[in-house]
């Protein structure tokens, strides 16, 4: 009989417990990420030490620190730009960028966009808890209209962003859609997403019981987790419009994108090799 | 074989709701951190679909199936 949790080895066991509230659908998140980063290493198409984790700030960009691989923890909205930058100095290096939807889509929107345009060569894990969990629960642009939070006591009058249709417009290569209630097509996205060029932009709907549930009436873990796996459907080959979601609608799971255009990396070796070649 | 790490749990439930045959449950025992950590209450009814283990936020449930 096994002592330890088969994640151990992947883990910085001196930091579990996580800093994450009890029922936090994070934890699901790292947990699926490590399976499928084990796969790929066991299959011999990773190796371990060229595997890096960076995270902004948030509850979600937390989860850099707690793989036991190398990591960074950087300024808020700022993981892709760094990540990129060790990309493009180390190209045998797997960047994992871990982010929540304030993180990525509110003061991180710039940097996405352009690494989104560039086709950029990393694996951008988006945490879509709907809310600002970390900092009390206020209003995130990805909150679907209607939704009380802390700074919407009202109800959130605003169109919320869809991530999913922004990374599919503007050429990533992979684009998909998860969720924690289905944690092993989440391994499935993510063991794919692994293996791809350019960008891999995975979107993941989370629970963030103790600010986003308590506000919507879900403060119990499992209810906000049931109600969110009520709200979800799962497709074989969803277009990208069925991407559009609200509270009522609900949202669509699924492969949006899977292309193999040139990456980020691909455009500039062959960019200075045509320059630096001919210049003699 | 389903084993809870029982200082990981944070008692929130969702293990006791995921699992189809209701092998687990809160019990009384609290934990170090002052959480009533999960049970195997009825260990024999583990049919080792391992959905505890997928949905556990905190890594503190894993379930081994023996082979053949
Ligand atoms: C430059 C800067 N602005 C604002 C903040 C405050 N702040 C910390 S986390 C956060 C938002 C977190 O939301 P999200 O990225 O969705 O992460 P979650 O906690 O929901 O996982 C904000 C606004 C900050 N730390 N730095
Ligand atoms: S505040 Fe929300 S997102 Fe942050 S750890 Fe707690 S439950 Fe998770
Ligand atoms: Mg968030």
Known sequence: MAVGHPLDPYLRVDRIPTMWCPGCGLGVVLGTLLRAVDRRIREGQLKRENVAFVGGIGCTARMSLYPLFDSAHVAHGRAIPFALGVKIVKPEMKMIVVGGDGDIAAIGGNHVLHALRRNADLLVVMVNNMVYGMTGGQLAPTTPRGLYTTTTPYGNPEKEINMVRLAAALGANYVARGSTTHPQLLEQMFYKALAKRGMAFVEVLSTCPEIFGRHIGFRNPADLYLELRKRVVVKARPSVEESDYSWEKGFVLGEYVDRDEPGYIDVYSEYLSRVLGSGG | ?68
């Open chain 2, 1 to 68: 074989m389903i084993s809870v790490l029982t200082e990981r749990c944070k008692e929130c439930g969702i293990c006791v709701t995921v699992c189809p045959t209701k092998v687990l449950e809160i019990g009384s025992a609290r934990n170090r951190r002052g959480y009533r950590h999960a049970v195997p209450a009825r260990p024999e009814k583990c049919i080792g679909c391992r959905l505890c283990e997928y949905n556990c936020p905190d890594f503190a449930i894993f379930v081994e199936v023996s082979a053949g």
